[in-house]
């Protein structure tokens, strides 16, 4: 089956450092990946998003996050980290013949000041 | 403005009834899709729709009906039929077919049984 999987499903960072969510695929067709963001009893929104273009991808709120084929992963990073970035964070996959996205379980995001 | 709209935010539930929460879209979008969150299993598909009058099952439809009537509208009913409704549920929609495939979030209807 098609998936995406997140390693670690809580991560916390001191305010101003690295924030590094990691997101692996398992596909063996070209994906569309995406990163979303959500808040506490609100709805999903795209962080970013892959599509074939450019590898690296820059995203809303300093987000960026790189596909790599040879890896199967498309993780997402923050060189600093704010207190409004503590939310949970979804990985999720799509495909041009099966567009319908998948999502993994999830990354929640603690920053400690 | 363009956006996508749930109703309504809280939704209580007796045991044995059947209840139906709205979604409704105005971004022109083909795709629609309704999905259940639970803490620590991320999102789960219960249905999708494509196009009008048109809709499949996804990993978790059992319990739950949906109908498509129009581009704009995509109903979840959730049945007694279904054990374990207390959850958040997400309605999205999406292009279908291009590179636009990201999905647009409504904000969520929470269900709790009583």
């Known amino acids: 089956a098609q998936s995406v999987t997140q390693l670690g499903s809580h991560v916390s960072v001191s305010e101003g450092a690295l924030v590094l969510l990691r997101c692996n695929y398992s596909?063996?067709?070209?994906?569309?990946l995406f990163w979303y963001v959500q808040y506490p009893n609100q709805g999903l929104q795209l962080l970013l998003k892959y599509t074939s273009a450019a590898t690296l991808v820059k995203g809303i709120n300093g987000f960026e996050a790189e596909f790599k084929k040879s890896e199967t992963s498309f993780h997402l990073t923050k060189p600093s980290a704010h207190m409004s970035d503590a939310a949970e964070y979804f990985c999720a996959v799509s495909y041009r013949n099966d567009y319908k996205l998948s999502f993994g379980a999830g990354t929640t995001v603690t920053v400690r000041a | 403005d363009g956006g996508i709209t749930q109703s309504p935010k809280y939704l209580f539930r007796k045991e044995g009834q059947n209840v139906t929460l709205s979604c409704e879209q105005n971004l022109n979008h083909d795709a629609m899709y309704w999905y259940r969150q639970d803490p620590g299993q991320g999102l789960r598909l219960i249905y999708y729709?494509?196009?009008?009058?048109?809709?499949q099952k996804g990993d978790i439809a059992e319990g739950y009906s949906v109908s498509r009537e129009k581009k704009e509208s995509f109903p979840l009913t959730v049945t007694s039929a279904q054990k374990n409704p207390t959850a958040f549920y997400l309605c999205?929609?999406?292009?279908?077919?291009?590179?636009?495939?990201?999905?647009?979030f409504g904000q969520g209807t929470r269900l709790t049984v009583v």
């Open positions: 729709s494509q196009i009008v009058n048109d809709f």
């Open positions: 999205a929609s999406s292009f279908r077919g291009t590179e636009n495939t990201e999905a647009f």
């Open positions: 596909s063996s067709v070209p994906p569309y």
